[in-house]
């Protein structure tokens, strides 16, 4: 990703969280872009409260938020330098990388169980086995997409024994609905819409096999703007400790940004851990047992060294330091 000269206007103004007093002034961009995403929870909180805006507007910095619909496209904006700040599954962000993406993960949102393996009660399917000779949505290049291969490879199936039909989240959903067809790679909050709306059963779940949420940065602006990256963590650490003192607020705000009841929202909450921001050890275990999958499966090639690419995606300085809870 290259940054445009007209992106560095600006001199930053002393830094009002702890440990950054003694940074060095730098350029910051003149326009930094977010994204806000249905996935992410907090990324809702602070787009909601202005705390990015209240924060860098004061040094001319105009901030603009745009919504991710999937992993697959926070990393696609992220890759064509449209984005600063990108929410994705870890998974995703490694295979991203490994695809040629220059990113790194900052900042983890969340332990999220938001997919799972879904189907209506119509189809007869109880389980991944059933799943041989039929067709299944996913977005390809996301958690839901790669927990799919996982669960076929633990149940001695592979992508060439059913029929994937690539189609975004949305659009997964919808052809579930229709009968187009016969399970879903499922995304929350569409797939707790579909279980409490439509009697849709989730037949297959694994929340370990859920890789965390990661909020991910270019390398270029990482190396260029370290106090930036620190300002932002830092926001969205207040978000995060926002979102968890006020519950209730939290799950107004997802219904009314995915446009689904509350009780929809709250079926998303209750399967989402806001506890940990950090990024470390326990990311890094459950995205290279991700990527193992993903070689496995022959999406990532056999050459490829997974635990060294997971290193080299997670950066663990900005966080070190957090509290956890």
Do not use: C
Request: neutral net charge; hydrophobic residues 45%.
């Amino acid at each position: 990703m290259r940054l445009s000269r007209r992106l560095v206007v600006s001199t930053m103004a002393a830094l009002p969280f702890a440990g950054l007093a003694s940074a060095a002034r730098s350029a910051l961009p003149r326009e930094l872009v977010l994204d806000w995403a249905t996935y992410n929870p907090v990324s809702l909180v602070l787009k909601e409260k202005g705390w990015v805006e209240e924060e860098l507007g004061r040094e001319g910095v105009r901030v603009r938020w745009v919504q991710s619909l999937g992993s697959n496209k926070a990393l696609e904006f992220l890759n064509a330098g449209s984005l600063h700040f990108g929410s994705t599954a870890g998974a995703a962000a490694l295979l991203g990388r490994l695809n040629g993406n220059p990113i790194r993960t900052v900042y983890v949102f969340s332990k999220p169980e938001w997919t799972a393996l879904v189907t209506r009660p119509d189809t007869g399917i109880t389980r991944v086995e059933d799943l041989r000779g039929r067709r299944v949505a996913a977005t390809k290049g996301t958690d839901p997409y790669i927990f799919l291969l996982r669960a076929l490879d633990r149940h001695g199936l592979g992508p060439k024994d059913v029929q994937i039909v690539l189609l975004q989240h949305d659009q997964g959903k919808a052809a579930l609905e229709r009968g187009d067809v016969d399970a879903w790679a499922g995304l929350d909050p569409m797939m707790a819409q579909l279980e409490l709306e439509s009697g849709a059963r989730l037949f297959y779940r694994d929340p370990e096999a859920n890789s965390w949420g990661v909020l991910n940065a270019p390398e270029s602006l990482i190396a260029q703007h370290p106090e930036l990256i620190e300002r932002i963590v830092a926001l969205y650490e207040r978000g995060r400790r926002h979102a968890l003192a006020h519950p209730d607020e939290l799950r107004a705000l997802l219904a009314k940004a995915a446009r689904i009841p509350e009780p929809v929202a709250a079926r998303q909450l209750e399967r989402t851990s806001l506890a940990d921001p950090r990024v470390g050890d326990a990311q890094f275990a459950a995205i290279a047992a991700a990527g193992r999958a993903l070689q496995a499966a022959g999406i990532v090639k056999p050459e490829v060294d997974v635990e060294a690419a997971t290193s080299a995606l997670l950066e663990r300085r900005f966080t070190a330091g957090l509290p956890v809870g």
